[in-house]
């Protein structure tokens, strides 16, 4: 079964840096899309940060843009999302997605075939 690890969350104080990683496996050749989301709590879930990975063609929101980086390394099916200069608001649970079918037309993010179980963010002011 395909399946998505997302590591590297904890706690920073606003301004701090985190580095997240998201391993994936289960599945032959590459995914078309890999992507970061975030929840908070009663926030509907957004999508963060988006990679196609023939490409290389990314998105952030423009919430992050700037302070955010996402990066890919093929070999090792492995997304990270590198974020700088962490506030508040980026508190939440973060989650990791995949789509492994290429479709023709494009979306910002992914849209989500497969999700991993998430990683706490957790910035102090």
């Known amino acids: 079964q395909v399946q ?3 590591s590297g969350g904890g706690s920073v104080q606003t301004g701090g840096s985190l580095r997240l990683s998201c391993a994936t496996s289960g599945y ?7 992507g970061w989301f975030r929840q908070a709590p009663g926030k509907e879930r957004e999508g ?5 990975t023939r490409g ?16 890919q390394d093929k070999a090792k099916r492995t997304v990270y999302l590198q974020m700088n200069d962490l506030k508040s608001e980026d508190t939440a649970m973060y ?5 492994l079918i290429y479709y023709t037309d494009l979306v910002a993010f992914c ?14 002011s």
């Open 4 to 6: 998505l690890v997302e």
């Open 28 to 34: 032959s050749g590459n995914a078309n899309c890999l």
């Open 48 to 52: 963060v940060a988006s990679i196609y």
């Open 56 to 71: 290389g063609y990314t998105f952030y929101a423009a919430s992050v843009k700037g302070r955010f980086t996402i990066s």
């Open 95 to 99: 989650y990791c997605a995949a789509d």
């Open 111 to 124: 849209r989500g075939e497969e999700w991993g179980q998430g990683t706490q963010v957790t910035v102090s």
